[in-house]
C-alpha cells in the first residue's frame, strides 16, 4: 500500500545542498537535537513530543457533534466499521500549530518517527493532521550516527500503512477492553480500577503463582553429606563434598521427588526422615569406601545472543537492579544521543558493520585467540518477530569502549552491560570439563551406599573473558564458576573426613521478579517486548502487584478482580487467546488479515458462536460482588474480603483490617486467628470525668487514635430530620503518638491526646496553641509557628517555652530540626556514587543519597530492603519529572479523520 500521490513523492530532493528547506520530525526533543547537529544547513528538525492525537479521553474532549453518539464514550464507531474518533491532544495543541508554521516555511516533510508500528502511526496521525501539500518522505533508521541518518535522508521510503492499521487496531483492542471491562470492576469490586487486555492477564499470571504458593505443602527430607579425602599430600585439591544418592539400589528422595502437596510422586525412592538419615550415618562411621566410576565430558558454553528488548530488560534487572520501565528510559537516552541502536526490537542479528566492530573489539581487548575463523550468526527464536530491527548495541562503525563515552552514573552501566553483551557475542566458546564421580561403601549392617559428586573446570574462558549472564535464582552456578574435583580413577581408595546429616525442605514456586515475568509474558507470546515494562508499570501502580525486594507480590484486591475475569470473562484472560490476539495483529501487518473483521470478531462476537465483548458485559446480573471478592481460609471459619476501603477478615460478623503490606501467602489459618486476637477496633478506655462521655481507642485507616462516644441525640422538637450532615455535631479525636500502642494506652493519655490543640497561654495579647500536623508537632501564635522537639512536647510546653523558641529565628526548610541518625546504611549507590542511607521522614521511611530522596513502597520495609532495591527507587524518582501545572484549555471541535491512504 503506497501514501497518497496527494503529498508528493517519496523520492528526496539534493540532501540540503541545495536551495530549500526540509522540515524533520522526530518524537523527542533530545532526538531532534542530535539529528539536527549530524543534518546542519537546509534542515529544521523539530520534535512533536510523542503522539500528537489519540482517542478522547475524557468526555470534554469529545468534539461536540459526537457526543449525542451511543459509541463517544468509546471513542470508536463500533456500528460503521470501527472508526476512531481521533482529536488532537489538549497538551499538544501548540506544539501542532508549530508544527503548521514551520510547515509553510519548508519544502519537503520527512517523517522520522521510530521505525516501528507505534513511530509509523506516530507518522501517519502527523501527516493526517499537518496535512501537508509539498513531498512527503518517510525516514527511517535504527541508530543516530551521521552515518545512519544521512543514509535515511538519501533512502526514503512510502509510510507502511499496513503497520499502521496494526497498530490502530491495537489501540481500538485496547480501547473497547479497557472501557468496557473496567466500569465491571467499578460496579462488583471496586471504584476507579482498570482492566487492560495484556494488563490482566499479566496480573492473572501474578495471582496464579500465589495461589500456588498458597496451596503448597513443605515436604522435609534428609540425606547425607561426606566430606571424602583421597589422603594424597600431593592432590590439590585433596578433599572433596558428596551427597547420598542412593542406599542398596534406592535411589534417595530429593527435592525434585515430593508434589506440591508435600507427598512423593512415586514410591520408587527412599524418602529418610531426621533419624533415618541420623542412625544410616551412625552405621557409616569408619567404614571404607571407592570411587565405584569417574566419568569425563567436554564442557562447553556457547557466547548469549546480543541483547533484544526483553533480555536486556531481564539482564539490567539482574545485574543492575533496574526496573523494566527504568531500562528502557535510560536505554531511551542512549539512544537518542546516538550511543546504542534502537532499543524496542525482537532481532538479535547484528549487521557486517557491527560484526566487524565487535570483532575488532575483542581482538583488541583479548586477542585473536579469544575470536573464532568466521562471524557468529544468530537467529532469532522469537516467533512472529515484529520489526527487522538489529539487536542492541553500540552505535556506530566502531564501538566506543565505556570509558570512550564520557557517559556516567545509570548511562554508563546500561551501556556497559550492552557493548560486554555485543563484543563478547562474537567471541569463541568457553570450553573445559565436567566430571561426575560415585563413590561406594558398605555400612556395618551391610546397606551398600552410593554417593555423588560433579565438578566443572574451565581450560579456555572464550567469552566469558568479556560478559557472564545473571541469573534469576540466586541459588545457580553462573556460566563461569568452576568446581575442580581431585585426580580420581575407579577404585581408588578414600576415607569419610566428615560425614554429616542435612535436613531439607521443598520450596514453593518463587514469586515472579520483573526479569521473570517478562521472560514468561514473552515465552506465551502475550503482548509485545516493546510494551512489558509500561505493562508492569501499570500493575504496580494500580496496586494490583507491589515489590518484597524484587519479588512481585499480588494485593487482594488483585485476587478479587482476577476471580471476577476469570469467572466472567475467562477469554479475555486467557493465556492462548490473548497470544492469539497477538498473532492477529501481526497478520494485519503482513497484510493476512484485515482490521474491521478481526475487531468485529472480538467485539460482537463470530460466526462460530464465540461471545464477543459487548454480549459479555450486557448482562451483570448474575455477577455476586460479595462473592467475586470473597476468599475462605482454608480449615477455618474466617473469610477474606475485599471491601471499598481495603482487605479485612470477616467471622460472622467480627472485622479486622488485614495489614497492607501482608502477602497473601503469608495469611495462614494461625495468622487469621493471630490478627483476631488483638485488641479489636474499639477498646473501652473508660469515662471522662468532665463530660460523663465513653472515651475509646481504635484502629483505623490511618492509624490508632482515641474518640469519645457521644450520646444519641434526641429528636428535633418540630420533628423533621436534620438534613445537613455538617450541623451534626463531631466527636474529639486524636491520633496516638508514634511513642503509644493501641494495646497499652491509658484513659488518663487519652483525655490528655484529646485536649489537642492545647491552649498554652498568650504572648503580647495572642493566644499560642501546641498542636501536631502533618509535618510533626508545633506550637502556633497567629501566622507564626515553631516546631516542637518531640510529640511528647505537646502535653508539656509551658508559655515561657513558647517564648524561647519564638524569640529564636525561625528555621527554614530541613534545617529546622536537628538530623535524625540514618535508621540503616546500605552502601554506595551505582549512580551517584555517594551513600545510601535509610531515615524516617514526615511521611515514613525513605532512602537517600543526599541528592535524592526516595520513600520506601508497599512491601519494602527498613529491616528488609537493599542497596540495589533503594537504587532502582531512588533512579525512578531522578527520572520523574515535577507533575505539570494543570490549565484550562478552550474546547474545540476535532474533525472527523480521514481514511488512511
Do not use: C
Not at 185 to 194: A, C, H, T
Not at 609 to 623: A, F, H, S
Not at 687 to 711: F, H, N, Q, S, W
Not at 793 to 799: E, P, R
Amino acid at each position: 500500500m503506497t501514501a497518497d500521490s496527494e503529498v508528493g513523492s517519496s523520492v528526496p530532493a539534493n540532501n540540503g545542498n541545495a536551495g530549500g528547506t526540509r522540515l524533520v520530525i522526530v518524537e523527542s526533543p533530545a532526538k531532534a537535537k542530535t539529528i539536527a547537529g549530524y543534518l546542519g544547513r537546509g534542515y529544521i528538525v523539530e520534535s512533536s513530543i510523542g503522539h500528537i492525537r489519540d482517542l478522547p479521553e475524557k468526555a470534554d474532549d469529545i468534539p461536540e457533534k459526537y457526543k449525542s453518539e451511543a459509541w463517544a464514550r468509546l471513542g470508536v464507531n463500533v456500528d460503521h466499521e470501527f472508526e476512531p474518533l481521533y482529536v488532537v491532544n489538549p497538551d499538544k495543541k501548540s506544539q501542532v500549530s508549530k508544527l503548521k508554521q514551520l510547515l509553510k516555511e519548508a519544502d519537503e516533510l520527512y517523517l522520522a518517527t521510530d521505525e516501528d508500528r507505534e513511530g509509523e502511526a506516530i507518522a501517519w496521525h502527523l501527516r493526517e493532521v499537518l496535512k501537508p501539500k509539498i513531498p512527503v518522505h518517510r525516514m527511517v533508521f535504527h541508530e543516530i550516527t551521521p552515518h545512519a541518518i544521512r543514509d535515511a535522508v538519501s533512502n526514503p521510503r512510502d509510510l507502511n500503512l499496513r503497520l499502521v492499521d496494526a497498530q490502530e487496531t491495537r489501540r481500538i483492542l485496547d480501547r473497547l477492553y479497557g472501557y468496557e471491562v473496567s466500569p465491571v470492576l467499578w460496579k462488583k469490586v471496586k471504584p476507579r480500577l482498570s482492566a487492560g487486555r495484556v494488563q490482566s492477564v499479566a496480573t492473572r499470571l501474578v495471582v496464579e503463582r500465589e495461589r500456588e504458593r498458597m496451596a503448597f505443602t513443605a515436604a522435609h527430607y534428609w540425606d547425607l553429606q561426606a566430606l571424602f579425602d583421597t589422603g594424597r599430600a600431593g592432590d590439590d585439591p585433596r578433599t572433596f563434598s558428596a551427597t547420598l544418592t542412593g542406599v542398596d539400589g534406592r535411589r534417595v528422595a530429593q527435592g525434585r521427588d515430593f508434589a506440591s502437596t508435600g507427598r512423593l510422586k512415586g514410591s520408587d525412592v527412599l524418602h529418610l526422615d531426621e533419624a533415618a538419615a541420623t542412625a544410616l550415618a551412625g552405621r557409616l562411621a569408619g567404614v571404607a569406601y571407592a570411587v565405584r566410576s569417574v566419568e569425563r565430558k567436554p564442557y562447553t558454553r556457547k557466547p548469549y545472543a546480543p541483547f533484544r528488548t526483553t533480555t536486556l530488560q531481564q539482564e539490567a534487572s539482574r545485574k543492575l537492579g533496574f526496573s523494566a520501565k527504568y531500562t528502557m528510559q535510560v536505554a531511551q537516552r542512549l539512544y537518542e544521543n546516538g550511543y546504542i541502536t534502537y532499543m524496542r526490537t525482537d532481532s538479535i542479528t547484528l549487521s557486517e558493520t557491527a560484526v566487524a566492530a565487535a570483532r575488532s573489539q575483542a581482538i583488541k581487548l583479548y586477542g585473536p585467540a579469544y575470536v573464532p575463523d568466521k562471524p557468529r550468526v544468530y537467529t532469532s527464536k522469537v516467533k512472529n518477530a515484529q520489526e527487522a530491527h538489529e539487536a542492541i548495541r553500540p552505535s556506530g562503525e566502531e564501538f566506543r569502549t565505556p570509558g570512550e563515552t564520557g557517559l556516567s552514573g545509570d548511562m554508563f552501566r546500561l551501556y556497559e552491560l550492552i557493548w560486554q553483551r555485543t563484543v563478547a557475542s562474537q567471541m569463541k566458546d568457553a570450553v573445559g570439563e565436567s566430571v561426575s564421580v560415585k563413590v561406594g561403601g558398605t555400612s556395618s549392617a551391610n546397606e551398600s551406599v552410593e554417593f555423588s559428586a560433579t565438578g566443572r573446570t574451565i581450560t579456555f574462558h572464550g567469552f566469558l573473558k568479556a560478559y557472564v549472564e545473571g541469573a534469576d535464582d540466586p541459588s545457580t552456578d553462573r556460566d563461569d564458576s568452576e568446581k575442580r574435583l581431585p585426580t580420581l580413577a575407579e577404585g581408588d581408595r578414600l576415607t569419610a573426613a566428615e560425614l554429616t546429616a542435612l535436613g531439607h525442605s521443598t520450596k514453593p514456586p518463587a514469586r515472579y521478579t520483573e526479569a521473570s515475568l517478562v521472560k514468561e509474558l514473552e515465552d506465551r507470546e502475550i503482548g509485545r517486548p516493546s510494551t512489558y515494562a509500561s505493562i508492569i508499570g501499570t500493575i504496580l501502580d494500580r496496586g494490583y502487584v507491589f515489590k518484597k525486594g524484587t519479588a512481585l507480590v499480588p494485593s487482594f484486591l488483585a485476587f478479587a478482580v482476577v476471580n471476577l475475569l476469570e469467572q466472567h470473562f475467562g477469554n479475555l484472560v486467557d493465556y492462548d487467546f490473548t497470544a492469539e490476539m497477538e498473532k492477529v495483529l501481526d497478520d494485519i501487518a503482513n497484510d493476512r488479515a484485515e482490521r474491521v473483521p478481526e475487531l468485529r470478531r472480538f467485539y460482537f462476537g463470530g460466526e462460530d458462536g464465540d461471545e464477543g465483548l459487548k454480549e459479555m458485559v450486557t448482562d451483570l446480573g448474575e455477577i455476586d460482588a460479595k462473592e467475586i471478592s470473597s476468599f475462605p481460609i482454608r480449615g477455618t471459619d474466617i473469610v477474606i474480603r475485599v471491601g471499598r476501603y481495603g482487605p479485612y477478615l470477616d467471622r460472622d460478623g467480627a472485622r479486622v483490617n488485614i495489614p497492607e503490606d501482608m502477602a497473601p501467602d503469608e495469611l495462614t489459618a494461625e495468622k487469621a486467628e493471630e490478627l483476631f486476637s488483638r485488641p479489636s477496633g474499639d477498646r473501652e478506655l473508660g469515662v471522662d470525668p468532665a463530660t460523663g462521655r465513653k472515651i475509646v481507642a481504635k484502629d483505623g485507616r490511618y492509624g490508632p487514635y482515641v474518640t469519645e462516644i457521644l450520646p444519641e441525640e434526641p429528636a428535633p422538637e418540630d420533628g423533621k430530620k436534620r438534613t445537613k450532615k455538617a450541623d451534626a455535631p463531631k466527636p474529639r479525636t486524636s491520633s496516638l503518638f508514634k511513642s503509644m500502642d493501641l494495646d497499652t494506652i491509658t484513659l488518663e493519655q487519652a483525655l490528655k491526646l484529646l485536649q489537642l490543640p492545647r491552649v498554652v497561654g498568650q504572648i503580647d495579647g495572642e493566644e499560642v496553641t501546641a498542636q501536631n500536623g502533618k509535618f510533626g508537632p508545633y506550637i502556633k501564635k497567629g501566622t507564626d509557628s515553631r516546631s516542637l522537639p518531640s510529640e511528647e512536647d505537646l502535653l508539656t510546653v509551658t508559655i515561657e517555652q513558647s517564648k524561647e523558641l519564638f524569640a529564636q529565628p525561625k528555621a527554614r526548610g530541613r534545617g529546622r530540626a536537628a538530623a535524625a541518625p540514618p535508621l540503616r546504611e546500605l552502601g554506595e549507590d551505582p549512580n551517584s556514587k555517594k551513600p545510601v542511607v535509610v531515615k524516617e521522614g514526615r511521611f515514613g521511611p525513605y532512602v537517600t543519597d543526599g541528592e535524592t530522596n526516595a520513600s520506601l513502597r508497599k512491601g519494602d520495609t527498613v529491616e528488609d530492603i537493599t542497596l540495589e532495591r533503594a537504587a532502582e527507587l531512588l533512579a525512578e524518582r531522578r527520572e520523574r519529572a515535577p507533575a505539570p501545572k494543570r490549565t484550562t484549555r478552550a474546547r474545540t471541535a476535532t474533525k472527523k479523520p480521514a481514511g488512511k491512504s
